[in-house]
């Protein structure tokens, strides 16, 4: 699945001044569940429909510094989820808060990812994985690189979204 790659690689980047680089065991990824949805549309199209789970084990710092790059990458790769009318829910997330003051933190994504299949003059069909479109509101606006609150550094990605 590339959302599930982009968004690892995006996350790890993001959170690396916490030392996620360095002990990756720390962030987990998985997609417990999925659907397979035919389009019906020229092409023998489908989307693939998944839940993807990002867990932060042992995590000690602000939920806002997980938030904030996390929704840098949904308003990049899916920014339906930013919607007010969105029917789905949005992301959900949950908190067990560890006897040592830490917290494990699991956030559920759902996601989307579009497959065609297109002729070859030849014969036989080629996988084709559009790319995902730059939402409007991206199109002129700079990602965001660091973001503060109450003057303290919470998160900092000098990684391009993607």
Not at 13 to 24: D, E, K, V
Not at 57 to 63: R, V
């Amino acid at each position: 699945m590339r959302k599930l790659n982009s968004l690892k690689a995006h996350m790890t980047a993001a959170l690396s001044h916490r030392g996620i680089g360095q002990n990756p065991a720390d962030m987990h990824f998985a997609i417990p569940s999925g659907s397979l949805l035919g389009t019906a549309r020229p092409g023998h199209g489908f989307e693939y429909r998944y839940t993807l789970v990002m867990a932060i084990l042992d995590c000690a710092w602000s939920l806002d510094e997980i938030t904030v790059p996390l929704m840098a990458w949904v308003a990049r790769w899916q920014s339906e989820l930013l919607s007010l009318t969105a029917g789905n829910g949005g992301i959900d997330w949950e908190v067990e808060l560890l006897d040592d003051g830490k917290a494990d933190i699991m956030i559920r994504i759902p996601l989307s990812e579009t497959v065609s299949l297109k002729p070859r003059p030849d014969g036989g069909h080629d996988m084709v994985r559009p790319e995902e479109p730059v939402p409007f509101a991206l199109e002129q606006s700079a990602p965001l690189h660091r973001v503060y609150l109450d003057d303290e550094l919470i998160a900092r990605c000098d990684h391009e979204v993607g």
